[in-house]
């Protein structure tokens, strides 16, 4: 069936860092993906999205490329803030059961 | 309110006992989600409600979980004669139309513990 796969954490960076972190897929046809981000205390919200192949999503500094060929959509961020200590959930659409499917979520945290 | 509301936010409740917990979707928000996020885990669909379609009960992880809805409003989630491993947060979202391209909102969530 459909799934996600995200790298363990914790993430931990110093302000400023770069940020790379993994999400592979595996899913039939070409799901639309999304990575979401909770805050401490706070739900999910929707960070970033890309519906097809090469699609680009952006947001907040935060990229993620739809990479058909590796069947990955990593999220990266030139510069980390503390801000953005949160836990990222990489996420598909997928068409055979018509739901999201999420990641088991990657918690960032960055210390300045 | 402009986001999702979710009630009660925290509930600890003794083995056996009932819950009730609410979520009052983004108005005009036809697409309605429950979902359980145990400790450490990803978020883990129970049910979806579309409209006036009979809902999606695909998730619910057994006969003590059930859901209702009224209408495009609010959405109860009753977990009869609670036991431990229904520990988590339920998370409650909702979208515009169901599309799966439609960004979900996410209320708080509930954080729910068994005694």
């Known amino acids: 069936g459909d799934s996600v796969t995200q790298m363990e954490g914790p993430v931990t960076l110093s302000e400023e860092a770069f940020l790379t972190i993994n999400c592979t897929y595996t899913a039939t046809g070409y799901p639309s993906l999304f990575w979401y981000v909770q805050y401490p205390g706070e739900g999910l919200q929707l960070l970033l999205k890309a519906t097809k192949a090469d699609d680009k999503g952006s947001n907040k500094g935060f990229e993620a490329t739809y990479r058909k060929e590796t069947t990955s959509f990593h999220l990266e961020k030139g510069s980390v803030q503390v801000s953005d200590s949160a836990v990222y959930f990489c996420a598909l659409a997928s068409y055979n059961t018509d739901k999201l499917i999420f990641g088991t979520g990657t918690r960032l945290q960055v210390f300045p | 309110g402009a986001g999702v509301s979710q009630s009660p936010s925290n509930k600890v409740t003794e083995k056996g006992k009932d819950v009730e917990l609410r979520c009052d979707p983004i108005?005009?928000?036809?697409?309605l989600y429950w979902y359980r996020q145990r400790l450490g885990q990803g978020l883990e669909f129970l049910i979806y409600f579309q409209g006036n379609s009979a809902p999606d009960k695909s998730g619910l992880p057994s006969d003590r979980f059930s859901a209702e809805r009224t209408g495009e409003s609010v959405s109860t989630l009753t977990i009869q004669r609670t036991q431990q491993e229904d520990s988590a947060v339920y998370l409650c979202?909702?979208?515009?139309?169901?599309?799966?391209?439609?960004?979900?909102?996410f209320g708080d969530g509930t954080r729910l513990s068994i005694l």
């Open positions: 979202a909702s979208s515009l139309d169901g599309g799966l391209n439609q960004p979900q909102h």
């Open positions: 108005s005009g928000h036809t697409a």
